[in-house]
């Protein structure tokens, strides 16, 4: 049974920083990219971090290009998360997100957590 479970969200201070942990069971997670995804109660889920199977690739979104980092450990099965020099709109549920395309059943996610930040 495929399982993602996040881990770290939480409530920070303006400018504070925070790590998102997220570990993935019941699937080859060494072949999947990892995502991070958040959303805003109304909106639509933003796609904000991405790292490909063998870490070798990253990409972010603009909004937190040079504040967030992305990072996987294939042998714990694990994909962080590290956010720094937080802002108020960054106040989301962020998801986990693990994705092949080249599978017919290629798309998982997790529950998501909360990270709040306060100004």
């Known amino acids: 049974q495929v399982h993602l479970v996040e881990s770290g969200g939480g409530l920070v201070q303006l400018g504070g920083s925070l790590e998102l942990s997220c570990v993935g069971a019941?699937?080859?997670?060494?072949?999947?990219?990892m995502r991070w995804y958040r959303q805003i109660p109304g909106k639509e889920r933003e796609l904000v971090a991405s790292?490909?199977?063998?870490?070798?690739?990253?990409d972010f979104a603009d909004s937190v290009k040079q504040r967030f980092t992305i990072s996987r450990d294939n042998a714990k099965n694990t994909v962080s998360l590290q956010m720094r020099s937080l802002k108020v709109e960054d106040t989301a549920v962020y998801y986990c997100?693990?994705?092949?395309?080249?599978?017919?059943?290629?798309?998982?996610w997790g529950q998501g957590t909360q990270v709040t930040v306060a100004s």
């Open positions: 997100n693990a994705h092949n395309g080249l599978l017919l059943d290629g798309d998982f």
């Open positions: 019941g699937f080859m997670f060494s072949i999947f990219h």
């Open positions: 790292i490909s199977g063998n870490g070798g690739t990253t």
